[in-house]
């Protein structure tokens, strides 16, 4: 953690002087109201390298946070509806919302990390495909980084000295997925894929909903998103990517049967990707290929025993274990991350150290918080 | 429910003369103290043609049932060591010990309702393969019968008349799966399966372990049984059946991988069949198949959107969900039972019925417990 | 349960001759959109004396039960704005709504049970102070009973034969405080009484609230109607006249301090009733008090350890359990019910059963639902 | 937080010269296999003035962490039988094994903190009592510090430069339930007491028990503790204290009575205290007690509305509510904390701060999880 605790050796655009004291990385997040934002305050609050000069949402006027997130009370903290000036802006907004505002973030220097769609999808035709609206700005997509920083973290490092600095942080169950299948499809591994996902209800928003009620929810497992879910969209096109970038050959042209299920908790997503091999492979080929995939990542362990999604809660880990079936001959990948965590704020944290030059684990070093 | 009411015309044995008093069928239950044991107690206690004269549990004596089941006391029951004389004892023991227990049984002329899997597989072999023990009496597994009324309603029906009586009932995993697959599996249409299935804690009993203290369950998701879990063994050999007796071909020779999570409730399973077709179909025919082969079942509905296992706690209903993903053009079939009802007990309770000339649905009628 | 089976003797209105088949009672439920509303359709849609002739909600006209609540559909009822004619109505509607619909169905001669509280007090003067509204037909109060049976069912008999029948069912706290209270009412032991209760969330309705969400409720306990909650009302009333009717002095005239709590389930109530005794008492005499007042009570016991909400889910049981601090010299009570059953609709249902003249367990004889 | 991020100006022994680099305090625990243990290695592996020397646990052999709590994984530790020399060792022992234990490590030079209650306790008498075991070392019970810094700061402080330091940090129940008993304590007010509490299951410890499996605790709620749970004991005592130290006079002689129950969740306990006052007092009186009590303290908030125990979760934070009811003219006040945090590892580690020299909230910044 000692990393965590120095002061930021150089923070965009401020030109300290050597030897000065750090000026913290003016942060501000707008969006604030829902779970997304209050996680970006959780972390961003004890960000050592971070001064959050604002938190924006819809139809507040100067409120202390706590009324909106009784929980945060000391971060000592206000909303408001305006965006201060920042070096860094998080966006926690619906899709088609943020895109408007940020070409005038981008206009003021500040880097934009969305934690919404509208700058994952490469292609902009996906945008009415998936999300139902017409992207306004396809020409941003291109300068945009999906901010996985376990595939893109070069990328990521290198938006630091541009002038436009766009993050498109992925989205919770695509990031489970995504870490889940890439190793196999940089393998050219990938036959018939089946992801079968379990997610908490705080992965579905803030938003009063009547299926969302307690009483609805509690005791009860249903699946929904059936014949479709949004984030499909973004795991087919990283994991084509990923392969493609190793040079594989991915039939797994039918694309991806992906089922998310809402089960009776708050916190937590674990995703089974069920892999029909395109070819014989063995338990030691899948843990080396995992075992190489993920060594040097700070945030991601691939371990012997099948993880539980409270053993991540509240960090920004993800854990993976791989299995093959010999009876079966198919593969199994259970990834489990905590969907707010390395599935929305911490991840997007990651993205931001990356782009700002800190070390990437700054303000993540927390452990989960188990039983 | 009306049929509830009505005394039962003929109960196995009794020879009563016509306008009589209808005689209560005796009914016993042994390997009372779990939670399948206390589901028996809760349907049979109120069971209009049952007189239950005996709950049998390790080491107890002549103790009131609530000591161990503190919910049942309304029943006025006992527990003890010692087995009563009864038309039909339901066994609720661990696997390897009701097989030494049924001889007697069947030698005093009572029915045997096994919830156990000593009498669910057909091939002696699979019980070393899947449950670790040679069979002892493989001769008595051609005598039983697979207590999933649905696919095995005659055969019931004709042990009645029969001296040897013994009924396997499924497991909970195995009833919903089987549920959900087989009029894919009669038409034919099983290609690759993957059965992802999620489930309260009940289905593990109710011995004490770490892994289901409260502490450890709540708010977690978490894989188990990877690389085959038992109830495999018996949907296999369902569907397998159930494919033949339809004359159909189904090229799912290489297994169905099947996956089983705990999640943080207490009872309630929902599977998820994620099915690769042999061949081109669509929605309109998949609705067909599936409407048609549950049409006269009173516990199985079809239904229009996906269900939720609360939907239908503490009954004995099975709700199944089929779609086809004209993206993918995968299958997915979900189903959803109360894993002690109509995955333990009521499915006893069922064949039970049927078995002694019972209406099927007797002592079955109560409606789900919701919210 | 054999008398649940039997049809009813007589039923109100009815005049059946001598051997002819018993009519069922033709009950109605308005408001049948709720959580008490639902669990009425589940108690009375198997109730072996009761044809369920109309179930009414605002603006349905005519959709399948199921539309509403999922988990009904095999009791095949359909849900309009129509009320039909019937013997009898339950109302499960807000305070205030109720008062305006009793006149009519009192002038079709069918039975009211209110499950609101608009029937519950005697003093009009109370609806404003507790509810915020003028009662508009003060005339009825002293018309209705309330359907507490354990301490009114004199009155509910006494109610069959009359021509206005109104039953002010009684509150889900209120029912737990009082059953705890009464016998130490009654002997004139009530000093100083706090009664901190717990319920799960199902008390609070279906309504949509952001307080109600699975996000916020889930692993959280919180305290709510500081400073006076509604029941407290009824609770006053009836302890008081509980105390009266035994011509004992019940100083507690500074009013019962009660306390609800929200607590992370969906069902049940437990009231810890802590007692200041106004002379020197004993566990002894407490046993005695508590085991004599239930001892003939169907849904009551008087428990030795104390009880938890789980072994009384889905039925109409009371269970209470007293002991006396030698200590502190302080009484303890403590009741669970189900706040949808003993609660609500299996409390409502026990006092129509007395009105209208069936066993009073009819329809009531359901094990609770454990685990 | 900035005040965590130095490095401690002093430590305990180290005699470090100006200038040269801090160096940390090495700590150890023993007794890390339960919950409270792993909380301590949760917080002390991110405590920037901690060194984690070493993990002790009966029966294990240098085995990592994350084997017996998986969620701990990243902080990359061993846990052993054996405890290494330290500065401060945190003992997680039950009651009666701690006393054994603690004068080898006081002859080491470390200070003890006990999260037993072998040292929370002033009277030797009370632990035969209340904890069914004669004291063998009564003569270091005047010699240890009940780690409640918001009553205790001082004499913690000053436990620094001695040779022998003992902190006696208190029970989860005991904390909140003093937190919210002491302003009414010093002012006289307390009367009739009743602290009615509510926990989560961690409290109870990791050990296996049948009554802490899922299926038996979700769900439902129960009393336990009744007559006489052992917080009392130190409730009592500080209580007295309080008053005493203020010159008021106590007339609560009677004892408190205290009734702790088990909710369905993990974490968090609200403890409602219901207060009938000594002399008449106001809402103003009461709000200005409880503000002037806590105005300094990082750690407590008085706050407006009733606290969840959501909003405090995985923090060292209390929250407290105080009202005044005038229909009863009681007095309420509701306080919660984390019962592993600011009711265990997070209060014995403000109190090592203490001993240590360290600002008081080093390594306690993070804030609550929620949703």
Redesign the interface.
Known sequence: ?SAG?EAPETSIGTGRRQGAPARRIRVAVVGATG?AG?EL??IL??H?AVELVGLAGRGRSAEPVETV???????RLTISEVTPAADAVFLALPHGVAVERVPAILASGATVIDLGPDFRLRDPADYPRWYGFEHTRPDLLGAAVYGLPELHRAELIALGPRTIRIVGSPGCYATAAILALTPLARAGLLG?V?V?A?S???GAG?D???E?????????????G???HRHVAEIEQEIGLAGTSAGADNPGS????F?P?L??????I?A?A?V?PTRPTSQAELDELFTKAYADEPFV?V?A???????????N?ARIHV?H??????I?V?A?IDNLVKGAAGQAVQSFNLVHGLPETTGL???????
Do not use: C, W
Not at 69 to 75: E, Q, T
Not at 212 to 224: D, H, I, L, P
Not at 263 to 268: A, E, F, H, L, S
């Open positions: 953690m605790l779970y209050a305050v959780r609050a004890r050592p997130h009784p929980h945060l009370a000391a971060a018939d089946v079968d379990k908490g209800v705080s803030r009063t909903k009547p969302m009620m307690f009483g609805e929810v509690n005791e009860s497992v249903r699946a929904y059936l014949g479709g039918r694309g991806i049967d089922l299920h089960v009776p908790m708050t916190r937590g674990l089974a069920h029909r362990s371990i025993d099948p993880p539980a999604t409270k053993h991540v809660t509240g960090s880990e299995s079936d010999v009876r079966t001959t198919r199994l259970i489990v070093e927390q452990l989960p918080l188990a039983p």
